[in-house]
Structure formats: C-alpha cells, structure tokens
Antibody, heavy 122, light 107 residues
Framework: EVQLLESGGGLVQPGGSLRLSCAAS????????MSWVRQAPGKGLEWVSA????????YYADSVKGRFTISRDNSKNTLYLQMNSLRAEDTAVYYC???????????????WGQGTLVTVSS | DIQMTQSPSSLSASVGDRVTITCQAS??????LNWYQQKPGKAPKLLIY???NLETGVPSRFSGSGSGTDFTFTISSLQPEDIATYYC?????????FGPGTKVDIK
C-alpha cells in the first residue's frame, strides 16, 4: 500500500525558513517522480515543484522559483521541500504527491499524502 | 501558461441524479487531463486519468470524456458519499494547472 507522510509544517515568521519532509513507503521510491502541491486555506490546488526519480531534474512554479528547493534522498525514501524567504502568501497545506510511472515531469498524481500546514505570520 | 476553467463552480443535486461538470483548457492538451475528488479536510484523490480512464478501485458511476480543450466529468447516479469538491488538472505542459474546482452537495 502506497503511503506518503508529510511532516515539518508549523508557524514561521515572514522571511523565515522551513523544511518539509515526506516519508514514502509501499513502492520503489527511486523509480517515481514526486511533486509538492499546496492549498491555501479555503482555496484551490496549486502545484509547487516536481523532481524526477533520480533527483536529476527539478521543476518549479514561478511563484516559488529561487526561494524553494525540492530534493530527495532515495536511500531514505524521503522527499523534501526547503522553503526560504517565506511570505504570508505561502500559507497553505502542503501535500506531497506521487506521479505514475508514465509521467513525463512528475506533474500528474496518483497518490497524495495527508498534508502539513505551513502558516507564515508575525 | 495553460489556464483551466470549470463550470459550474458549485451545484446541488438529489441522490440518484446525474451530475455533469465541464472543464476547459486555454489550449489543446490532448488527453493529458486528470479529475480529482477532495472531501473536506482530506487530500485529493485521483478518480480519472488521461481524460477518460477510471482509476483502479473507483466506482463505475464516475466517468470522464473529452480531448483537446473540452472535457466532461460525470457522476451517473449521485450518492451521499460523493459530496466533495472536484478538480480537473492538465499535465500536458509545465506548469501543470488545476481548475478552480466544482463543489458538489446534496439537495
């Protein structure tokens, strides 16, 4: 059974940093691209970033480019999102999501974690 | 960037009704479209992939159709457990984009 478990969310001040983690199990982690998708309170879904199975290719939404970094440790079956220079508009539930094996960029999603809330506020 | 629109933004229907949601892409995306269901306080769940393929384990009352720029999602007989927000999503191009969602509830 595929399981994705996010952690690392919390309250951070504007300009601060946070690192999210997503522990994966139930599949061969290194074979699948992964993404982070966020959802601001009461709003819709917004893709944030994707990474290939090997970690060699990464992609970012313009809204986070230069501030967020996606990475993965395939030996630990864990996906990360390093978030720097956080803004109030980054407040959201952050989901990690697994792409199917056929996915070109890891930007379509067959499994999602339960999400972790990031609140950026002074 | 490709923009996705959905209509209606919300709907209310009776148990057993047929429910249809439309999704439109701002340019041709072939069949690179997914439909997700999100219940309150929960993560999204994949229902339909590649525009018309039912994900394993998803009830057959859910279906999808379309290609190019115009897509349709249908619940053939609405059930109480189908109360949720439904999102379409294109993955033909970067960045991937979601529609704004359609909130479905029971009349």
């Amino acid at each position: 059974e595929v399981q994705l478990l996010e952690s690392g969310g919390g309250l951070v001040q504007p300009g601060g940093s946070l690192r999210l983690s997503c522990a994966a199990s139930g599949f061969t982690f290194s074979s699948y691209a992964m993404s982070w998708v966020r959802q601001a309170p009461g709003k819709g879904l917004e893709w944030v970033s994707a990474i290939s199975g090997s970690g060699g290719s990464t992609y970012y939404a313009d809204s986070v480019k230069g501030r967020f970094t996606i990475s993965r440790d395939n030996s630990k079956n864990t996906l990360y999102l390093q978030m720097n220079s956080l803004r109030a508009e980054d407040t959201a539930v952050y989901y990690c999501a697994k792409a199917p094996i056929s996915s070109t960029w890891g930007t379509n999603f067959d499994y999602w974690g339960q999400g972790t809330l990031v609140t950026v506020s002074s | 960037d490709i923009q996705m629109t959905q209509s209606p933004s919300s709907l209310s229907a009776s148990v057993g009704d047929r429910v249809t949601i439309t999704c439109q892409a701002s340019q041709d995306i072939s069949n690179y479209l997914n439909w997700y269901q999100q219940k309150p306080g929960k993560a999204p769940k994949l229902l339909i992939y590649d525009a018309s393929n039912l994900e394993t384990g998803v009830p057959s009352r859910f279906s999808g159709s379309g290609s190019g720029t115009d897509f349709t999602f249908t619940i053939s007989s609405l059930q109480p457990e189908d109360i949720a927000t439904y999102y379409c999503q294109q993955y033909d191009n970067l960045p991937p984009a979601f529609g704004p969602g359609t909130k479905v509830d029971i009349k």
